[in-house]
Each structure stands twice: as C-alpha cells, then as structure tokens.
C-alpha cells in the first residue's frame, strides 16, 4: 500500500534542545501504571474496555488455561537483540549480553512479582474483598457462552487451504450477502476452529470432514471484542486431516474507505452511479468474509461475484466464466488464485472501461470509470515498462495471467497492492495531457512503480506479521526509486527520494519515533501505525544505505535469492539477514550490522574532524530534545555505520571511500593533507554529519567558490544538516544562513528546494507567532539569494523534468510572498483563462501557482470552485482545491473543511489535503485544529484510530503551534478522548513537536532579531 499524502510534503517540525531517548515525554506526563493481575470477565457490550491482552494471558496463567502461544518463538528468537520496545539503543557486547542477562534475569522475577500480585498491593488502600473474589478471565461470546481463545493472534492449530467465496452486493441498499467455504488442515488435534469475523449477521455453518461427504450444522460463537469467532467441531480435529467449513453471512457495505466498501459518484450526464471495492490491508478482509485474517495464513482463493449487468467485477485472477441467473443477474466466477495473505485479496463491482495490453502472456489493463477512460495511456506505458523490468531484475516471471490497475472514484489510501487487481486514488493512476503537471507524472510513475514492486516484495514474499511491516514497504518504496532511475532517469527522483530521507530523519530525531521493525506490535491502532513514513522510507533508506556499501551487483544477487528462496512463504527481518549473509559469506556480518539500525529507533551523528592527514570521527544518538535536568543515556547506542567521504583530492570520478565505524569512536586515514572533506557521499547513509568547525568553514569556502564540485546532493545534505544542527543548537543558526549564501549560483533543484524548506518552516512559525517584520525580513533575504533564478524562470512547460519542478516551487515562492512581478503575471494568466471558462489550457508546472493568486478575489474564487464541480481530471481537481484551501477567507475555510467531511460536493478522500493546506497558513492554522476537535468522532469514524490519515490529520492541525497554551490544550484535547487516542503515537509526535517548536523560539527569536 502507499498511503496518501505519503508522497507529498510532511509537516514542518521545528526541533531544537535534547532530550535522552529514553524519556518520550517528561516523566511527570507520563504514568506507568503496574500492571495488576485483575481478572476479568469480558464479553457482549463490553468492547470499549482497552487493557491489552496480556491481561488474559496472566490471568490465564494464573487459571492454568493452556495457550498455543504462536507468537512466543517469533518473541524469543528476537529476544538476543531486542531491546525495550520503543526501540532505544542496543546491540550489546558478548560480556554486556552476560551481564545484560543476568540483569534480565533479576529484573523479570521482579517484574513477575509484581505481575502476579493484585494491582491493589502497592497501593495506599490495599487490597479489597472486591479485587479478590472477581472472576476468571475468560472472554465470554455474544450468546454469553464461554469463547474458547483469548488472544488476540489466531491459535496456529489450524491451517486454512483454500477459500471459494461466493458475494452478492446490492450496490443501492448498500448490502450484501455471501457464503465461503474454508478447507483447513489440522497441525495439531483440537476441538475448536478460531478465525476472524466482523460485523457479519453469520446465519448457518456447517462442518465436514474431507474423508466424508456429510455436512453437519454446527454452532459458532462469535466475539466482537478480537473480531474473532470459533466454530466448535462436532468431532476432534485430528492432526493432519482436512476438513472444510461453509459459512453463510449477509452484512452491510462498509460507508468508510475500509472493508468491502460501498461509494457513489456523479458522471458526467450527471447521474448518480455506484461504486464497490475493496481495501483490505491491514485487517479488514475479515469484514468482507470470515477469514484466517493474518498475513502468514496464506492460503488460495476462488471467488464468485454476482452482479447487475450494466456492471463489471474484477477480482485477483482472470475471469473464469461469467453465468446469466434466472433473475437476469450475472455470476462472474475468477480462476483460482496463487496462494496468498488475506489482506491482498481484492473484488471491485461498478461502471468501468480500460485498456489493456500483452506483455509476455501477461495482459495488462487500466480500468478507469467510462468518461476518464482517455486518461489511462500514461499508466498503461509505465506499468508495462516497469513490469518488464522488475521481471528481469528479480529474474522472477510475475506469476498471474492478468493485471489489472484501477483508478477508484473514492480512495482512502494513494493506492494498493492487491495481487493482480491494483487499486488506486484516481490521481495516482490517471494522467489528462492537458493538466497533469510533471509533478502529477512523477508521482503516477513512482506509485506504479511501488504498488508493481509489491508484486515481488509483499504479495511473493510476505512479512509474518505486521511487526516487519518494512520488509514490504521499505522495500516497494526502495524499488519504486531504483527502478525509476534506470528505467525513467529523466525523471530525477532520486531528488524526491533525497527529500523524502530528510523528512524521515526529522521524524526518526524525534522521542516518539520507533524502531521500524518491533516486537511489541499486537494492537488494531499499533497495527494501523506501523503505516508510517519511517516504515517505508526509513526502511527504504537503510537499503539504499546497504546498496551503496555492498555494491549494486552483490545488492542484487541477495535480493534474487532472497525472493527466490521465500516465494509464497511469510518471513521475518532475519530471513532477509540470512540472504545477505549468504552472499557476503563472512566477509561481512550484514545481519549484525543491520540490526544496529532495524531494531533502534533514531539515528546516529557522526561528527567529524581532521587532524593533519587523519580525520577523526565518532558517533553518537541524534536527540534533538535535550532537557539541561536530564542527561542523555546514550551509552549503548551503537551502530555500524559505513562511512563513505570525499575531499578535493579524491572526487566522485575517482572513487569514494567508505570506512566502517561500529565502535565509538575511529580514526580515517586520509592519506594525504587535504582542504576539505565531505562525509555521507551524495547523502546514500542514513546519518547526520557534523564537523568541527574549521571543517564547515572550508566547506562554505568551497561552496562560495565552486559548489559544483560537490554533487547537488552532497550540496543539498550539507544544507539539511547545517540547518538541522543549528536546530538542536550545535550551530549558529547564523553559519547556516552563512552556508546558504552560495545559492545564487546554484542552478540545481535539490538543494535550493531544501533551503526553502528549511527557511520557509522558520517562515511559518515566525508568521503563526505574530511576528512579521522578522519573518518579512527571513523572506526579503531568502528572496535576495534566489532573485536570479527566479527572473530566469519562464511561465510554461519547457525544459528537464527537474527544472520544470524548480520553475513550480520558485514561482511558487516569488508569488506566495508577493512579489508583484510574479502576481501580475499570475493573475493576467488566471484572467485569460476566466475569459476562456477554464478551456483556455495553462502551463501545467505554474498551474497551482496561478490558480492560487486568481483565488484571492472573491470572483476568481468562485470560479474556481464552479470549474472544480465539472472538470474530469483529478490532476486538476487538486490545483483547484488546493488554491481554494489558500483562501484567506475564513468562512470559505470552513465551509471547504466540512463540504469534504459531508462527501457531497468534495470527496471526503480529499479531506486530510484541505486540512493541510488551510493549517499551513496564517488564516486558517487556528481554524484548522478548531475543525479537527469538533469532529473528531466523525474523522475517527471515517478513516479510523492509528491509520495515517488520521496520522496526517492530527500533525496537519498542531505542527505549527509554539506556545505554552497550545501545548496544554493538544494535551488535555486529547487526554479527554480516551487513553487510547493519547497513547497513539501521532499524538505523542504532536506534543513533542509543538514543545520543540516552543523551545526553537525560545532559543533563536531573540537572536533572529538581532542579525537578520
Ligand atoms: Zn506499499
């Protein structure tokens, strides 16, 4: 899956003084609560209670209840390395481990004291009678008989074959009914069959085993509480045997963007049309069908769907045979699929058209709904390019007949996976030649290109369990980037991927990061926020890092092998350790190294300097918080970090030397005297750099004399770090404005889109803050440095994809702070095009700009919102918002905020982008975070706890509050939701950033104040 907005820009985060990593928050805001060994008896209407499932287990324990843990080898394998949950340092030495494990030792028969012990004895009150005679833990069923399975995970008892699902959707009463038949195999003998299920009215179940042919009714229990239910066998299961299980069910179609989920649009003769699709990652396909609903269940799937016969359906596999009903309904019937997770499974019913071609047996085809269909080219180019290059690259055949990529009306997330049936957001999938920026094309092509790696790299090899997320999604977002530059160079996204490892380290700097692969993920919202950007691009970023140290040969052998050696199965990190180690055969321990990186949450700096012909270096954690009371605990975080540099004597064309630290500290042999030195060559290692300061300084000089010697990314990380350092105060923030005074000769993207990233996110907190002479004054002499570049600019489509891209963002820029050439300009554009009623077609690079400065009259206002109900591109569509959403108009803010929560006149898929664009400004950044507490519930509904819409939301509203009162007012906002909501990890970043943008001011106002 991509998530939306993932590829878009993330939130400014203003960070400055440190704080030790093992203090999230400060320690009065947070209460640990022991954890007690209440017993519980849990069932019907009680849902909304919110203990963890541990509280089973123990208790269980206690009861002598025997559980098939399937989790616990998983958790011991892991537990060598494995640090505290949250990730902070680790990676210990063997004398350490010795220590370590006897200190563990000592520490787990405490804890398991005080585990087993009342939660009442430590306190004032002591224990009650009431505590003590409370029942057994044993979750109870809706029918209010006991529910055989307590935990959260399926037993593994019970392996599920082959699924044949039969759906028959009412598109207009928005329900649907369906049956599935189950073959299973027992590995264990039992009693009891666990799979999960929700919101389902189940009517009959049968049970039969394979060696007869005598179906018998059984009973089934079902509870809500684990989304699970259990048919009770009429007979023991025995060890080896199969048997098959009919279930019939009728449910709602879901409202929300989860689940089989019902939508309905205008087209363009303006009748209304119905939608169905599904999106099942992570854990709805249990709501579309009973189901073995965890990714390592992996089991065929036949499906049959009944339909009107104005509609198509597709599924995963081709089209088996279609079936005209008595009732004049059609059966479409899908081959048998490959074998597969549940969350890949896929069936859309609705009004489409496509286009389709062959490539090698495999027919490739862009569904769109009938009147877009001639925005589909673009995709149907790209997808074929890029299929044919995965193909060869992972020397693997892509296994299916067909695949399908469909643009959906009404789409939560950018796209998904499904094998063989990709689903998309209309704007990820369709490109219209006349309004589809290059930016639009990019983004297309990157999402094809990730969803089309998924193929290999999640649907082939599946990660057991979402604790390994990244093994997906680090690499479909690696691939989507490396397969671009060598099949699209032209492109540039290796810019795009440079942003994206900036915005990830900022994020990773933060307390409220996490390790991205981690043991103690067991929870629906836990689940739902493994769905980040560090998952994707931290894991992305460490297999570029990786790539780059082993060579691109060796990356590629390990990557063939290991997809290879695992199709069709579920893996774990070590699985991918274990190919690289095969390859590298001893020459380098690539799982040991890795560890230092996976299972830690942050990132080290490495600080630099050079002493005659050697340069010093050492690493240390990155904090960017550091409260003076506290001092940092970074002691044992380490990690092996290869560290490649360049100096003015050995350059890109000779080679880079790489160094590796996995100590403290190291010392590198330069060879020869030299005048500077550049570390994290061209920005391929996932660290921070920092140098001592007559090393910056040679730097600037080289910058000031010729920046071209350094590559633009060598350029643009040195500004990253300069103004990341200054942040956390090893800097002046000075040095950096100082570093950045090159750029009138810098004609590359990279870099000067970073330096207007980094000024414009002091821009904007300075702006929030009243303080607009200063951030007047930061604009004048941001302006100053790009005067150039930007009167160079034309107003049109000419050149390089990458000047295209800085045309956008400099004109952009000139225009948002009113410079008057650029407005004047803009807006006689936006008047011709008035005149022409949006026929009159524009440069589509300066399109947003345009439409942002026509926004600004009431008129051009308007205008653009009567051409945002009738245009067909969604290329369009989202300039045109976004303009809008750029009002200063409150009311109008407002009224597009909760249009789009309404869904008439604007998708609600759209919502989190609006939210976004109207807290980013000065006229909506309060109003923002207003709409967001009074519909909180309603958002909740509609996107759900933990997932990244929600994610996205929450830093959207609260990313640029910097003062005392908003902080106690996120704060207490959310603490009123419920513990659950406070605990979600978004919310702890918007605490955390919000104090850091606290102290940033604190820190540099006065200074800013001064030199400026
Ligand atoms: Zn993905």
Redesign the pocket.
Known sequence: ??ENSMFEEEPDVVDLAKEPCLHPLEPDEVEYEPRGSRLLVRGLGEHELDEDEEDYESSAKLLGMSFMNRSSGLRNSAAGYRQSPDGTCSIPSARTMVICAFVIVVAISVIMVIYLLPKCTFTKEGCHKKNQSMGLIQPVATNGKLFPWAQNRLPTAIKPLRYELNIHPNLTSMTFRGSVTISVQALQATWKIILHSTGHNISRVTFMPAVSSQEKQVEVLEYPFHEQIAIVAPEALLEGHNYTLKIEFSANISRSYYGFYGISYTDESKEKKYFAATQFEPLAARSAFPCFDEPAFKATFIIRIIRDSQHSALSNMPKKSSIVMEDGLIQDEFFESVKMSTYLVAFIVGEMKNLSQDLNGTLVSIYAVPEKINQVHHALDTTVKLLEFYQNYFEIQYPLKKLDLVAIPDFEAGAM?NWGLITFREETLLYDNNTSSVADRKLVTKIIA??LA?QWFGNLVTMQWWNDLWL??GF?TFMEYFSLEKIFEELSSYEDFLDARFKTMKKDSLNSSHPISSSSIQSTEQIEEMFDSLSYFKGASLLLMLKTFLSEDVFQHVIVLYLHNHSYASIQSDDLWDSFNEVTNKTLDVKKMMKTWTLQKGFPLVTVQRKGKELVIQQERLFVNMKPEIQPSDASCLWHIPVSYITDRKQYSQYQSVSFLDKKSGVINLTEEVQWVKVNVNMSGYYMVHYANEDWEALIKQLKTNPYVLSDKDRANLINNIFELAGIGKMPLQRAFDLIDYLGNETHTAPITEALFQTGRIYNLLEKLGHMDLAARLVTRVFKLLQNQIQQQTWSDEGTPSMRELRSVLLEFACTYSQENCRTTAMKLFEDWMVSNGTHSLPTDVMTTVFKVGSKTEKGWSFLLSIYYTVSSEAEKNKILEALASSDDVRKLYWLMKSSLDGDIIQTQKLSFIIRTVGRRFPGHLLAWDFVKENWNKLVQKFHLGSYTIQSIVAASTHLFSTKAHLSEVRAFFENESETTFRLRCVQEALEVIQLNIQWMEKNLNTLTLWL
């Open positions: 899956m991509i996976e990730h969803e998924h997906n999604e479909a």
